[in-house]
């Protein structure tokens, strides 16, 4: 039995108009043939704040070897996520970046068909699941923790923070069953991962893209092997739930679509994660005050050294939840969000013509200074009910919004809370003297140096 939808690539491929049907829309679109990328590139942030001052909140521009209009301001952000009219298509907005390695995994759907699979996929995010998945955080986390206080001094946060993410991927996403196949799977993924932001687009050989699309190869190949076994066996992983998750009318999610989803979600759970727990570090071990303060809080848990944080305990957090929030509101790992129009429409007064590009930019909403006065300044306080009264809703947008709203960010924020009460009652963090780290912020947000960090045994 399946299920009848209209496949994505069924929704008709909006054309890209020539770029002389953009000419009415103020911008700059660079040099011949590479545009504004590597402006872009060298500094995401000042570029579009510059574009902005420029040409004002809907502006022209060329990256990556296509004309895009990018809209600004959370008017824009709440158009472009919410569509309640199904305008915007996510399939052919991201497709030119994931549609190689990443084909058909939840965000490259769209409309009714990607409705129907969110719906299939989310049995995997509910409280019961969310608990086995805590199980495996909490011994994985402490674990390392544990390392990192065996060996107190200057630590590089970045890569730390990759293996961790990418340690309790294997073992909360692939169960432990996974043993002695977890360095090859993760190798394979790694590579996935690191093609998908890759600037040479073709797999040609030696390049990352042709690393990329033989550890798909290898990924497809693992999955495909165990999904019967999973299927016979059980599991409280989250491939496990997958396996046996179904479509509304019963049917069990093919061998196909796991791949897909698996492949997907593991990808949008690594970068991201690794990108905002470094950031959470980093802001942590550059204010000792909330440093305290979280532990302070986390202190009033009553845990006994070692002791797991309880899925319930989770909510006693909120302080730890706002400076979580402050970090990505300063470094939103996922910067820009791109789609694609599929009729035309208009926008501020412009109108814009089917199948344009179109880019919102979380990184510059988030520091907009009439909606975050002193824009640079970490403040956790911002989060306050109260604070956030009157603020617009796609203000704060580092999981996106709308249909497409990430489904793993319970998952994060819990991944985040155990990585906290963990850390901060083990470990002091401070910075090295007058060091001051600097990040690269696209594809997504990485400290160039890999952060140092000075970690310091509490007792
Ligand atoms: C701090 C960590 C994370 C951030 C900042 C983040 C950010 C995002 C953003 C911005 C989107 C929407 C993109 C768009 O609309 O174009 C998204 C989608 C998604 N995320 Fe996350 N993500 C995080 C962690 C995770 C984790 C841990 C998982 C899985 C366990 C996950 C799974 C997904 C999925 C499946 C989608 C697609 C949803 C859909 O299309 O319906 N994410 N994420």
Same mark, same amino acid.
């Given at each position: 039995?399946?299920?009848?939808?209209?496949?994505?690539?069924?929704?008709?491929?909006?054309?890209?108009?020539?770029?002389?049907?953009?000419?009415?829309?103020?911008?700059?679109?660079?040099?011949?043939? #590479?545009?504004?990328?590597?402006?872009?590139?060298?500094?995401?942030?000042?570029?579009?704040? /510059?574009?902005?001052?420029?040409? =004002?909140?809907?502006?022209?521009?060329?990256?990556?070897?296509?004309?895009? #209009?990018?809209?600004?301001?959370?008017?824009?952000?709440?158009?472009?996520?919410?569509?309640?009219?199904?305008?915007?298509?996510?399939?052919?907005?991201?497709?030119?970046?994931?549609?190689?390695?990443?084909?058909?995994?939840?965000?490259?759907?769209?409309?009714?068909?990607?409705?129907?699979?969110?719906?299939?996929?989310?049995?995997?995010?509910?409280?019961?699941?969310?608990?086995?998945?805590?199980?495996?955080?909490?011994?994985?986390?402490?674990?390392?923790?544990?390392?990192?206080?065996?060996?107190?001094?200057?630590?590089?946060?970045?890569?730390?923070?990759?293996?961790?993410?990418?340690?309790?991927?294997?073992?909360?996403?692939?169960?432990?069953?996974?043993?002695?196949?977890?360095?090859?799977?993760?190798?394979?993924?790694?590579?996935?991962?690191?093609?998908?932001?890759?600037?040479?687009?073709?797999?040609?050989?030696?390049?990352?893209?042709?690393? =990329?699309?033989?550890?798909?190869?290898?990924?497809?190949?693992?999955?495909?092997?165990?999904?019967? #076994?999973?299927?016979?066996?059980?599991?409280?992983?989250?491939?496990?739930?997958?396996?046996?998750?179904?479509?509304?009318?019963?049917?069990?999610?093919?061998?196909?679509?796991?791949?897909?989803?698996?492949?997907?979600?593991?990808?949008?759970?690594?970068?991201?994660?690794?990108?905002?727990?470094?950031?959470?570090?980093?802001?942590?071990?550059?204010?000792?005050?909330?440093?305290?303060?979280?532990?302070?809080?986390?202190?009033?848990?009553?845990?006994?050294?070692?002791?797991?944080?309880?899925?319930?305990?989770?909510?006693?957090?909120?302080?730890?939840?706002?400076?979580?929030?402050?970090?990505?509101?300063?470094?939103?790992?996922?910067?820009?969000?791109?789609?694609?129009?599929?009729?035309?429409?208009?926008?501020?007064?412009?109108?814009?013509?089917? =199948?344009?590009?179109?880019?919102?930019?979380?990184?510059?909403?988030?520091?907009?200074?009439?909606?975050?006065?002193?824009?640079?300044?970490?403040?956790?306080?911002?989060?306050?009910?109260?604070?956030?009264?009157?603020?617009?809703?796609?203000?704060?947008?580092?999981?996106?919004?709308?249909?497409?709203?990430?489904? =793993?960010?319970?998952?994060?924020?819990?991944?985040?809370?155990?990585?906290?009460?963990?850390?901060?009652?083990?470990?002091?963090?401070?910075?090295?003297?007058?060091?001051?780290?600097?990040?690269? /912020?696209?594809?997504?947000?990485?400290?160039?140096?890999?952060?140092?960090?000075?970690?310091?045994?509490?007792?």
């Amino acid at each position: 039995m399946s299920i009848q939808v209209a496949d994505s690539s069924l929704v008709a491929t909006p054309i890209a108009p020539p770029r002389s049907a953009l000419a009415h829309i103020p911008g700059d679109e660079g040099w011949p043939i #590479i545009g504004r990328t590597l402006e872009v590139l060298a500094d995401p942030k000042g570029q579009v704040q /510059m574009m902005g001052r420029t040409y =004002g909140p809907v502006y022209r521009s060329r990256v990556l070897g296509e004309t895009s #209009i990018t809209l600004l301001g959370p008017e824009a952000n709440e158009l472009v996520l919410f569509d309640n009219t199904k305008l915007f298509s996510s399939t052919h907005g991201w497709g030119s970046i994931l549609g190689l390695l990443f084909p058909r995994g939840l965000m490259m759907l769209d409309f009714e068909e990607h409705r129907l699979h969110r719906r299939a996929l989310s049995v995997a995010f509910k409280a019961g699941p969310m608990q086995s998945y805590l199980a495996e955080l909490n011994s994985g986390i402490a674990r390392r923790v544990a390392q990192w206080r065996a060996q107190p001094g200057e630590m590089l946060c970045y890569p730390e923070m990759k293996r961790l993410t990418l340690d309790l991927a294997a073992t909360s996403f692939l169960g432990t069953a996974i043993g002695a196949e977890t360095a090859e799977i993760n190798a394979a993924f790694v590579d996935m991962v690191a093609a998908s932001v890759a600037p040479i687009r073709k797999p040609w050989p030696g390049t990352a893209m042709a690393r =990329g699309v033989k550890g798909r190869k290898r990924i497809v190949a693992y999955f495909s092997e165990q999904i019967p #076994i999973r299927r016979a066996k059980g599991g409280d992983d989250l491939f496990s739930q997958l396996c046996r998750a179904t479509h509304e009318d019963g049917a069990l999610l093919s061998t196909q679509d796991i791949i897909d989803h698996m492949s997907f979600l593991m990808m949008a759970a690594h970068d991201t994660l690794t990108s905002s727990l470094t950031s959470f570090v980093a802001a942590l071990a550059a204010d000792p005050e909330w440093q305290q303060r979280l532990r302070a809080e986390i202190a009033a848990l009553g845990l006994k050294p070692g002791e797991p944080i309880s899925f319930e305990q989770l909510d006693a957090l909120p302080l730890t939840e706002m400076a979580f929030k402050e970090a990505m509101r300063l470094r939103p790992p996922v910067p820009s969000l791109p789609r694609r129009a599929t009729r035309e429409f208009s926008f501020r007064g412009f109108a814009i013509p089917a =199948g344009t590009m179109i880019a919102i930019n979380p990184l510059h909403t988030h520091h907009m200074p009439e909606i975050w006065p002193e824009p640079d300044r970490f403040d956790p306080l911002r989060f306050t009910d109260e604070a956030q009264r009157g603020r617009h809703r796609f203000a704060w947008i580092p999981y996106g919004g709308g249909a497409h709203m990430c489904l =793993g960010l319970n998952f994060a924020y819990m991944q985040a809370k155990c990585f906290a009460v963990h850390l901060l009652q083990n470990l002091n963090l401070g910075l090295p003297a007058n060091y001051q780290s600097s990040w690269q /912020m696209w594809p997504i947000p990485k400290p160039k140096d890999g952060l140092r960090v000075n970690v310091t045994p509490l007792h």
